[in-house]
């Protein structure tokens, strides 16, 4: 039998015990693994072990997805009308508000980031997210279609069937949210991986999704490894669709291994190198504090983070004066620390890779301007970075690190900060800054970004969709625009009248 995991959080921030199971949980049980594996979840703060959780294989992949396949057959999909689907969802929003603090100190725990942007941020977005998919559960209609008179044409959105989903370590209950609210309100049911980095709010929601009422097999979590439970759901030949939040590079392997089985069909929320353009007529306060959250908020693993900042020449130097200052005064320390701004980063693997691309930097003659370096003498912390003097050719200026490392660069003009703006793979987000609407809006039109903020970073809300342009995925999530991603339209012809 998987074991129960019981954590006693004695804080400043919160005090209270979390306990739940460890296993995979298949048609509304949790079980073990078929090959009895475990995975260890290490607390980011200082290496140790949390825990350790049932890990599964391609075996449990399959029997999830049976399990989803009986329910989608019998409970789900056709077989519940979608004001109940919305029932249950409203239900299970309210549950995650009446476990808030709870949510927010396990993403804490195994992510690292602080409790109070987990609480604020991460639990309140998630909340706000499956409360959002309940009103839409019965309101994802198809259309009468003027033909003629003698015929009546009509649509129908039709739930997909069983879906895969694939989750990251960088926001994993706000991910788990943006992926069943859409899924369960169109009536698909679901096998999902959660990050093995960071499974413990996936885990603890099982048994929230239980209590709401959803029927055994509808959600199904499995633990596990993007090698063997990952590729297991996109290449599963009875995964009608699968959708992933992740790397560029996993989501082409996902994309071919889909196209190699069944041909499902794919969403994918992939990486970015997002620019932040600031002219020099923009409020240079403001300016300075949205550029701070937008490269350093969740310690800068965000795949929209502003992590290209270019300032125009007439305000360059006291913006790097003041973006500096604010940099230096973000606090960094434990998660639990009530006036802690920035965690760990979430894993020794991520560590490195940031302070790798911090050596690249140096290496390609970039200035290091600030940070750079190891906070503390255990854990995974990062002091906030800035780079100057970069070249375009850079890699920390062509690729997604993932670490709150930035590098500001100035521009001359319009033209100029377009072409350098667009000059990389990406396209998933952007940010303008001026006080002149024109220039704001015609900037915002020449970008090719998914999203782009006027006057504010990182700002995301459940009814907008979100995704990217270029090698920064395919579709959207949140919003109407994210139901597509999980109904197949069926049209209908009704011959009223006419004769062979």
Not at 56 to 74: C, L, R, S, Y
Not at 283 to 310: K, L, M, P, T, Y
Not at 386 to 392: H, L, S
Request: hydrophobic fraction near 40%; include cysteine; charged fraction near 20%.
């Amino acid at each position: 039998m998987p074991s129960t995991f019981t954590y006693e959080f004695n804080t400043p921030v919160y005090k209270g015990t979390s306990s739940f199971n460890t296993g995979l949980f298949i048609g509304g049980k949790f079980v073990d693994g078929q090959e009895g594996e475990t995975i260890d979840v290490i607390n980011p703060t200082n290496g140790k072990l949390i825990t350790k959780i049932s890990g599964g294989t391609a075996k449990d992949v399959d029997i999830a997805v049976n399990a989803a396949q009986k329910a989608f057959d019998t409970v789900w999909g056709l077989n519940i009308a979608g004001a109940q689907r919305g029932k249950l969802l409203g239900k299970l929003a309210d549950l995650m508000e009446e476990h808030t603090d709870e949510l927010a100190a396990l993403e804490a725990l195994d992510n690292g980031k602080t409790f109070g942007w987990a609480k604020n941020s991460d639990v309140a977005a998630s909340v706000g997210c499956i409360r959002y998919y309940s009103g839409w559960a019965d309101k994802h209609s198809g259309k009468v279609i003027e033909t003629d008179e003698n015929k009546l044409a009509y649509t129908r959105n039709e739930p997909i069937g069983v879906v895969g989903q694939i989750i990251p370590w960088n926001f994993p209950l706000m991910m788990l949210s943006w992926k069943l609210g859409p899924a369960l309100a169109t009536g698909c049911t679901i096998v999902l991986k959660p990050s093995e980095f960071t499974p413990l709010t996936a885990l603890r929601m099982c048994e929230l999704i239980q209590r709401a009422g959803f029927p055994p097999g509808v959600v199904n979590i499995i633990n596990g490894f993007g090698s063997s439970v990952g590729q297991a759901i996109a290449e599963h030949p009875k995964i009608e669709k699968v959708a992933f939040t992740g790397s560029t590079l996993v989501g082409r392997k996902i994309m071919e291994t889909a196209a190699k089985t069944n041909l499902k069909k794919v969403t994918l929320e992939l990486g970015g190198k997002s620019p932040n353009i600031i002219y020099d007529d923009a409020d240079i306060e403001q300016a300075v504090n949205w550029a701070v959250h937008g490269i350093f908020w969740n310690h800068g693993q965000a795949c929209c983070a502003g992590s290209r900042i270019f300032v125009q020449k007439g305000i360059y130097d006291e913006f790097l004066k003041r973006f500096t200052e604010k940099a230096r005064s973000l606090k960094i320390g434990d998660p639990f620390d009530a006036d802690a701004y920035q965690g760990p980063q979430v894993s020794q693997i991520q560590y490195d890779r940031i302070m790798g691309y911090i050596s690249s930097g140096v290496e390609q003659g970039a200035t290091l301007h600030l940070g750079g370096e190891r906070h503390g003498n255990e854990g995974y912390f990062i002091k906030p970075t800035i780079f100057t003097d970069t070249k375009p050719s850079m890699k920390i200026v062509q690729e997604e690190i993932f670490g709150p490392v930035g590098v500001v660069i100035k521009f001359t003009d319009e033209d100029d900060i377009i072409h350098q703006a667009n000059d990389t793979m990406y396209g998933l987000a952007a940010a303008v800054f001026t006080q002149n609407i024109n220039t704001a809006l015609e900037t915002a039109h020449r970008l090719h970004a998914g999203t782009v903020w006027i006057n504010c970073a990182n700002q995301l809300h459940p009814q907008i969709p979100f995704g990217g342009f270029k090698q920064s995925g395919i579709g959207r999530e949140l919003g109407e625009y994210a139901l597509a991603n999980y109904t197949n339209v069926k049209a209908v012809h009704v011959n009223l009248g006419h004769k062979m």
